[in-house]
């Protein structure tokens, strides 16, 4: 079995489009908003590695549990793995650090003793060194995941399917800790006189949990241009159990962290949610925990609408925008400090998702869409309901 997926010339002009509108309007937000601009900046390249990180995640996990029913759907996560070398495009925020972290404006540290303690591990210098090790790691291990996995569809036996295994392993425990570490680094030194000891396992399960979402949506898409003529129900369980299950361990890990910083009441935790409950910022406060678990559970929760395409399609693209929504939530108030989404928000996010779509679209046509010779394949295309 062999199937290969092609763009149209219409689409191919809308991602065009959105590349060039995204180009546009970061160059105008430099020139109008600079701060605005840059903590958008950094949302939208968060998100989409985020993405990245979720969905390669997903595909290991497959390997290393040997799981069946998602051989067919394999090369989906390679495709959004694909992205992860244009991500490096973040280091370009060494020109917008002053207006998104605090504790990188020069002089800051020697008036505040929180900072100046830090100061050793949040410089610049060794922010941007974590940055590119990181990179590189993911990117190296993605990429050899992705070569192994072409590798088998030549092979006679299942050599490279135990690669892809042990490779898989180390990339598990790779992310596991960089992924927390960027996300210290990116996200949380923001707000750098706050800490949480759960914010880096939520946002990992938060990328889990959206990147599966991502994976969900390319796969209905290409069935509904002909693609994965095998798809059936049992595979569309399979992944709205991911969703549904992923979603619950992400409301855990939000209301836990609420819960305790609110419990325990210490000034220094409580600043963080004392900001992000006033104002307009309440709104965003409940629209998180509503369009990532509410919506999402609540129409999972039955069998019939957890194996409906168009059903699953309308939460997988609630998802997307509650995860950049979640993104803007912790980004905004610390840095810029306010929330206001206007044409900066929405042309960059159009940009940054053109490039993700072209990357992807493009990962997608070079390789046939099955993994031939993959020793799971029978068994995912005959996948059943229990």
């Known amino acids: 079995m062999e199937e290969n997926y092609s763009v149209s010339l219409t689409f191919k002009s809308i991602i065009q489009g959105s590349i060039i509108l995204g180009v546009i309007?970061?160059?105008?937000?430099?020139?109008?908003?600079?701060?605005?601009?840059?903590?958008?900046?950094?949302?939208?390249?968060y998100y989409f590695i985020s993405i990245v990180i979720g969905a390669t995640f997903f595909l290991a996990i497959q390997y290393v549990t040997q799981s069946g029913w998602s051989?067919?759907?394999?090369?989906?996560?390679h495709a959004i793995g694909m992205y992860m070398p244009?991500?490096?495009?973040?280091?370009?925020?060494?020109?917008?650090m002053h207006s998104v972290y605090h504790w990188s404006i020069p002089g800051v540290a020697e008036n505040n003793p929180g900072i100046e303690h830090k100061s050793s591990y949040l410089n610049i210098p060794f922010f941007f060194i974590r940055i590119v090790f990181f990179l590189a790691l993911w990117i190296f291990m993605i990429r050899l995941l992705r070569k192994t996995s072409l590798k088998e569809d030549h092979a006679s036996n299942l050599k490279y399917f135990y690669k892809s295994e042990y490779y898989s392993k180390i990339y598990i425990f790779i992310l596991s800790i960089s992924f927390s570490l960027l996300t210290f680094d990116l996200i949380m030194s923001i707000d750098v006189d706050w800490f949480s000891t759960i914010f880096a396992v939520?946002?990992?399960?938060?990328?889990?949990?959206?990147?599966?979402?991502?994976?969900?949506?390319?796969?209905?898409?290409?069935?509904?241009?002909?693609?994965?003529k095998d798809l059936n129900e049992a595979h569309l369980r399979y992944f709205s159990r991911y969703?549904?299950?992923?979603?619950?361990?992400?409301?855990?890990?939000?209301?836990?962290?609420?819960?305790?910083?609110?419990?325990?009441?210490?000034?220094?935790?409580?600043?963080?949610?004392?900001?992000?409950?006033?104002?307009?910022l309440k709104i965003f406060f409940f629209l998180d925990i509503i369009l990532n678990w509410a919506i999402p559970f609540s129409i999972l929760l039955s069998a019939r609408t957890n194996t409906n395409k168009l059903v699953l399609i309308i939460v997988c693209i609630i998802l997307i925008i509650g995860q950049w929504l979640d993104l803007y939530f912790q980004i905004m108030p610390g840095s810029v400090g306010e929330l206001n989404i206007g044409y900066i928000e929405i042309g960059l996010f159009a940009g940054f998702a053109g490039?993700?779509?072209?990357?992807?679209?493009?990962?997608?046509?070079?390789?046939?869409?099955?993994?031939?010779?993959h020793p799971f394949l029978g068994e995912s295309i005959s996948s059943h309901l229990d």
């Open 86 to 96: 244009l991500a490096a495009i973040i280091l370009f925020l060494i020109f917008g």
């Open 243 to 280: 969703i549904f299950i992923l979603g619950i361990i992400w409301a855990y890990l939000w209301f836990v962290q609420y819960l305790l910083i609110w419990f325990a009441n210490i000034q220094e935790e409580t600043i963080y949610y004392v900001i992000r409950t006033e104002g307009k």
């Open 25 to 45: 309007t970061f160059g105008l937000g430099l020139y109008f908003n600079t701060e605005k601009t840059w903590a958008n900046f950094l949302l939208n390249n």
């Open 202 to 228: 939520k946002n990992f399960v938060s990328a889990f949990y959206h990147g599966v979402s991502v994976i969900t949506l390319i796969v209905i898409l290409l069935y509904r241009k002909g693609c994965f």
């Open 355 to 373: 490039l993700f779509i072209f990357i992807v679209n493009r990962a997608l046509t070079k390789i046939p869409l099955i993994p031939k010779n």
């Open 71 to 77: 051989a067919m759907f394999a090369r989906i996560p």
